[in-house]
């Protein structure tokens, strides 16, 4: 019954900003790790940016100083704000939880950010 649904994908023009949102169920959110993922054509699956369930952060060099993802625990959701937004962020992002007690990944079905030039 583990789902992650992702919301808030679309086109938008260089220059603008997006953000992400992925709402869990069926998991203990407080204690689980969380990421964003994105996956552009002819790329492999790259990581963009993690949180910890204590709130550290870690993001790729792409993206520091553009992106910031958080959480809100009270809702089960983590968001990726993305600023700044350039044509090679093209992708489809995905939603990522690590189940720390099974030691699995969970995934949504992603969410495609198409960025214009």
């Known amino acids: 019954q583990v789902r992650l649904v992702e919301s808030g994908g679309g086109l938008v023009q260089a220059g603008g900003s997006l953000r992400l949102s992925c709402a869990a169920s069926?998991?203990?959110?407080?204690?689980?790790?969380m990421a964003w993922y994105r996956q552009a054509p002819g790329n492999q699956r790259e990581l963009v940016a993690r949180?910890?369930?204590?709130?550290?952060?870690d993001y790729a060099g792409s993206v520091k100083g553009r992106f910031t993802i958080s959480r809100d625990n009270a809702k089960n959701t983590v968001y990726l704000q993305m600023n700044s937004l350039k044509p090679e962020d093209t992708a489809v992002y995905y939603c990522n939880a690590y189940d720390v007690r099974v030691r699995y990944d969970y995934w949504g079905q992603g969410t495609q950010v198409t960025v214009s030039s």
């Open positions: 069926g998991i203990i959110f407080s204690i689980t790790p």
């Open positions: 949180i910890t369930s204590g709130g550290s952060t």
